[in-house]
């Protein structure tokens, strides 16, 4: 890429190639440099995992999301939206991704001194990168066994493109994956091109429905369309189904209406620290 680009500045004179190629490394640079704070961070103990409850439609809890929270010591938070591509350019999510694994699968084994909803799982992302690393299974089972966590208590989020690249290949690791119990989901659908004939051969155990459907459900009849779409076609497959970024009651309702089974979004809570997590936990229980 960087060829093709110098290639065309060229073309526009010999100060803009000058131009364009600094650009460009000032940007090559502020990746790097964010991915070595980073590492540093990691040693440092600078990132966590922050829970997000996933709810029944009738409100009983089921699970959680563990998102990753980037807080270094002397700056702001920065945003996953941010790093995570960070991390996915610079090869950094490999490493990263294993310490999200091990530290999201021993909060498993923590959460167990808990009195649990029998099917509570904690869903956890996966990149792209890491989900095509030769190595993939090998670290999963390396983190299961090290950590000694149940693989019936753990899902994974997984993307489109995680998916599309490789589809035998996506098939036979997806297949592994459902051997030891883990559950598999398809993050973010409805905003990439998984279509009902790409998808059907996989064995996904749900389909998660991304917050930009969900946003438009008060909005315009075509993301409701969507939605209802969304629905039948897991609905057909035997797949569940999550919404997330639900905020308001009618999205909730209509969700529920329509048969969605999980909801995760701010009308509940907000993504939360584990130890708020676990009084939350008990609140939800006492309820329940
Ligand atoms: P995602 O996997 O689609 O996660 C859902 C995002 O939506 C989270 O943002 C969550 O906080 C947000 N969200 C959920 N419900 C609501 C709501 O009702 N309102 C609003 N405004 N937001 C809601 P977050 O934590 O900023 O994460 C952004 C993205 O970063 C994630 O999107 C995921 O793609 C990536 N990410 C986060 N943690 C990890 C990780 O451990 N590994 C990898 N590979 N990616 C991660
Ligand atoms: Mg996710
Ligand atoms: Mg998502
Ligand atoms: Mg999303």
Redesign the pocket.
């Known amino acids: 890429h960087a060829d093709v680009a110098m290639y065309e500045a060229k073309d526009l004179g010999r100060n803009r190639t000058c131009f364009y190629s600094k650009a460009r490394q000032v940007i090559v640079d502020t990746r790097s440099a964010m991915a070595l704070d980073m590492q540093t961070g990691l040693d440092n103990g600078e990132f966590c995992l922050y829970l997000?409850p996933q709810v029944l439609k009738i409100g009983m809890l089921c699970g959680a999301?563990?998102?990753?929270r980037w807080l270094p010591r002397d700056k702001p938070p920065v945003?996953?939206?941010s790093f995570?591509p960070v991390a996915d350019s610079t090869g950094l999510?490999l490493p990263l991704?294993e310490w999200?694994l091990k530290q999201a699968c021993t909060i498993v084994m923590d959460l167990e001194k808990y009195q649990l909803p029998e099917d509570f799982a904690l869903a956890?992302?996966?990149?792209a990168l890491?989900f095509a690393d030769e190595n993939f299974i090998k670290t999963v089972k390396r983190v299961f066994h090290e950590t000694g966590v149940t693989p019936l208590r753990l899902k994974f989020?997984l993307t489109e493109t995680s998916l599309v690249q490789d589809m035998n290949r996506a098939g036979n690791i997806m297949k592994e994956l459902g051997s030891m119990g883990l559950q598999v989901e398809l993050?973010?659908f409805g905003t990439g091109y998984s279509s009902l004939n790409s998808i059907k051969n996989l064995p996904l155990t749900a389909l998660k429905i991304d917050?930009s459907l969900i946003r438009g459900i008060e909005k315009d009849e075509s993301s409701r369309a969507i939605v209802r779409a969304a629905l039948a076609m897991a609905r057909a497959m035997s797949l569940q189904t999550i919404a997330?970024?639900?905020?308001t009651q009618s999205q909730m309702d209509y969700l529920a209406k329509e048969g969605c089974d999980m909801i995760?979004?701010?009308?509940f809570a907000k993504?939360m620290p584990y130890e708020e997590f676990i009084s939350y936990l008990g609140r939800k229980l006492k309820i329940a």
């Open positions: 997000h999301e563990a998102l990753l945003s996953p939206d995570i999510i991704g999200v956890v992302n996966i990149s890491q989020e993050d973010d917050a997330e970024g639900v905020e995760q979004g701010y009308l993504p």
